[in-house]
């Protein structure tokens, strides 16, 4: 396939036989995985391509979910991508979800799947997944309607982790927690943040502890606090550890949530630059200083706090 990732919402129809995964998938966690892996090991038995479906914006946004707010998604669409195509996927397509969308019945959604992928093999879910206007069927339905146009149907169990099932609600609460262990236990990854660093107030350069700066948050934002973490150059594979502060920084006064990334070792590029930033172990909560000295020695001690993580971790 020419571009790996696609709209559905064109008027493009997709030939190739294929086994489609579909889901939010939000951070591919171990659960996620389990689905991906049933439409990729039926399409290299069949002679298919393993594709995924997902949808943007999470539909409790459409639907009313989460006290009418909708699900805060982990990663921005494109990452999510990403991270699918990371997985082995051949691709991905998104389909815009919107109220027409979500009012359709489930044998119109159905219909969709099959006008949209005409040689469509399987079609592989998760246990719980519903579909169809006011999410009225669910897999014993999608079983029906699947066997009338001879497609196999694989839904798939959860995966428990501490005695729950992996879940993204609650890897969000993990993130939000500040619980970045436990967020890599259920994703099989640490959190992270990638895109171009952003030009800031450079204060940090005057105090001796220069940033690189990330505002490539998705909506569900890890606590606010200081973090060690690890720095990768994607341009150049450098990597480099240090200690990172997500917030809106209150001694100086942002607004707008950043991530703001000191390095033991500070390298040599800036603005503009392609970085992924991964969050390895929350250190403190955010605080406001009464002076620009508090900050800095504060500052230094979160550096010694991340150094001795790392000291037993390693980078």
Do not use: W
């Amino acid at each position: 396939m020419e571009n790996a990732v696609q709209s559905l919402d064109g008027g493009g129809v997709f030939c190739e036989p294929c086994a489609l995964a579909i889901g939010i998938f939000d951070a591919v966690h171990k659960g996620h995985q389990h689905v991906l892996n049933a439409a990729k090991d039926f399409a290299a038995k069949n002679g298919a391509k393993a594709f995924v479906l997902t949808f943007y914006p999470h539909p409790s946004k459409v639907l009313g979910g989460e006290k009418a707010g909708g699900c805060p998604l982990i990663y921005p669409a494109d990452v999510r991508a990403e991270l699918l195509l990371d997985f082995g996927m051949d691709g991905v397509f998104f389909k815009d979800f919107t109220p027409e969308f979500a009012s359709k019945t489930p044998e119109e959604f159905f219909g969709f799947l099959m006008e949209k992928f005409p040689n469509l093999k399987c079609v592989a879910t998760g246990e719980n997944f519903r579909f169809g206007v006011r999410a009225s069927a669910d897999v014993k339905v999608l079983k029906e309607l699947a066997g009338g146009s001879g497609v196999e149907t694989i839904s798939v169990c959860g995966v428990l982790d501490g005695g729950n099932f992996v879940s993204s609600t609650r890897l969000r609460k993990a993130l939000q927690d500040g619980d970045m262990q436990s967020f890599y236990e259920m994703s099989g990854r640490n959190y992270f943040c990638r895109g171009r660093v952003e030009g800031g107030r450079k204060l940090g350069r005057t105090i001796g502890f220069p940033t690189l700066n990330l505002k490539a948050f998705g909506e569900c934002k890890p606590k606010f606090g200081v973090y060690a973490s690890r720095l990768q150059n994607l341009d150049t594979k450098e990597i480099f550890c240090g200690v990172s502060n997500v917030g809106v920084n209150p001694t100086v006064g942002e607004c707008a949530p950043v991530l703001e990334t000191n390095t033991f070792d500070f390298p040599d590029f800036g603005e503009g630059a392609n970085i992924k930033v991964e969050l390895l172990k929350f250190l403190r909560g955010e605080k406001k200083f009464a002076s620009i000295n508090d900050l800095k020695a504060q500052i230094a001690v979160d550096k010694e706090n991340a150094n001795k993580f790392f000291r037993v971790c390693g980078c």
